[in-house]
C-alpha cells in the first residue's frame, strides 16, 4: 500500500443535519509527511478518521492504491487496516504496565511475549522514555500518556500512521524528539499525516505537504517547496 486517496467525500454525523466534511479530495502517501492544518472544530479529526478507515463517508469515495476500499470484502479490508494506525489526540490507555500498553496490538497479531516485549524496549528507549516501562500506565501524566500511545503505534511499523494533534501535551524537548522520530519513519518509506492547530509547529515539523482546512473544506495545499 502506497497511498490512501480521497475522492469527493462528504460527511456528516447521523444525528446532525451539518456537514463536517465538504467535498473533499486528498491523497496521503507512504515516504511522505503530510500536516493537516486548522482550528479545533474545523473538520480535522473527521478527516483523519475518514483517510485511516475508521469512518466511511456518507458520499464520496476511498482508494487504496486503485482499489474501491469500501467495496472490498472483509478479508480484503482487514489486510489494509492492519497497514494504517490512527492514534487519538486524548490517548487511550489500557489496564496494566507501560510495557503491556505497547505491546498490546503486537500480542494481537500473534507475537510471542518475549519478542514484543524487546520490542518495547526499543521504542521506549528511541522515545526516552525507559524509566516508565513498568509503572502503572493508569499512573501516567497526560505527556506520558500521549508517548504510550504513540509508541503503542510506532512498534506497529505501519504504513501510513494518522496522528492526531500528538503534541499537545509535551514539552518543547519531547516534541523535538518525537518530529525527529517521524521523520525517520519517513526515511524507512513510511508515511506520516499529523494533525494540529498550532500554525508555530509547520516550519519545525517541516512537511512535505501541508493541508490547510477550515469549516469542513480544504482552503489551502502547499507543498514542501512553497511552505
Same mark, same amino acid.
Given at each position: 500500500?502506497?497511498?490512501?486517496?480521497?475522492?469527493?467525500v462528504w460527511y456528516k454525523y447521523s444525528n446532525s443535519r451539518e456537514w463536517v466534511l465538504k467535498n473533499?479530495?486528498?491523497?496521503?502517501?507512504?515516504?511522505?509527511?503530510?500536516?493537516?492544518?486548522?482550528?479545533?472544530?474545523?473538520?480535522?479529526?473527521?478527516?483523519?478518521?475518514?483517510?485511516?478507515?475508521?469512518?466511511?463517508?456518507?458520499?464520496?469515495?476511498?482508494?487504496?492504491?486503485?482499489?474501491?476500499?469500501?467495496?472490498?470484502?472483509?478479508?480484503?479490508?482487514?489486510?489494509?487496516?492492519?497497514?494504517?494506525?490512527?492514534v487519538h489526540e486524548k490517548p487511550v490507555i489500557l489496564r496494566g504496565s507501560v510495557v503491556d500498553n505497547?505491546?498490546?496490538?503486537?500480542?494481537?497479531?500473534?507475537?510471542?511475549?518475549?519478542?514484543?516485549?524487546?520490542?518495547?524496549?526499543?521504542? @521506549?528507549? =528511541?522515545? %526516552?522514555?525507559? #524509566?516508565?516501562?513498568?509503572?502503572?500506565? *493508569? +499512573?501516567?501524566?497526560?505527556?506520558?500518556?500521549?508517548?504510550?500511545?504513540?509508541?503503542?503505534?510506532?512498534?506497529?511499523?505501519?504504513?501510513?500512521?494518522?496522528?492526531?494533534?500528538?503534541?499537545?501535551?509535551?514539552?518543547?524537548?519531547?516534541?523535538?524528539?518525537?518530529?525527529?522520530?517521524?521523520?525517520?519513519?519517513?526515511?524507512?518509506?513510511?508515511?506520516?499525516?499529523?494533525?494540529?492547530?498550532?500554525?508555530?509547529?509547520?516550519?519545525?515539523?517541516?512537511?512535505?505537504? @501541508?493541508? =490547510?482546512? %477550515?469549516?469542513? #473544506?480544504?482552503?489551502?495545499?502547499?507543498? *514542501? +517547496?512553497?511552505?
Open positions: 500500500m502506497n497511498m490512501i486517496s480521497l475522492k469527493n473533499i479530495s486528498i491523497s496521503f502517501r507512504t515516504k511522505e509527511i503530510t500536516v493537516l492544518l486548522g482550528p479545533n472544530g474545523s473538520g480535522k479529526t473527521t478527516l483523519m478518521k475518514i483517510g485511516s478507515l475508521i469512518y466511511k463517508p456518507v458520499k464520496g469515495s476511498i482508494y487504496i492504491d486503485d482499489k474501491d476500499y469500501w467495496s472490498l470484502d472483509d478479508h480484503e479490508k482487514l489486510i489494509i487496516r492492519r497497514t494504517i494506525v490512527y505497547i505491546i498490546y496490538g503486537l500480542r494481537l497479531r500473534g507475537f510471542d511475549k518475549r519478542e514484543a516485549v524487546e520490542k518495547a524496549f526499543e521504542v @521506549l528507549k =528511541e522515545l %526516552e522514555i525507559e #524509566e516508565l516501562a513498568y509503572r502503572d500506565a *493508569s +499512573q501516567l501524566s497526560a505527556g506520558q500518556s500521549q508517548l504510550i500511545s504513540l509508541a503503542r503505534a510506532l512498534i506497529l511499523k505501519p504504513q501510513i500512521m494518522f496522528l492526531d494533534e500528538p503534541f499537545s501535551h509535551l514539552d518543547k524537548n519531547k516534541r523535538i524528539k518525537l518530529i525527529n522520530i517521524l521523520r525517520r519513519v519517513k526515511e524507512e518509506d513510511r508515511g506520516v499525516v499529523i494533525s494540529i492547530h498550532e500554525e508555530s509547529l509547520v516550519e519545525k515539523i517541516s512537511p512535505d505537504n @501541508l493541508i =490547510e482546512i %477550515e469549516n469542513g #473544506e480544504i482552503i489551502n495545499i502547499k507543498t *514542501s +517547496q512553497k511552505i
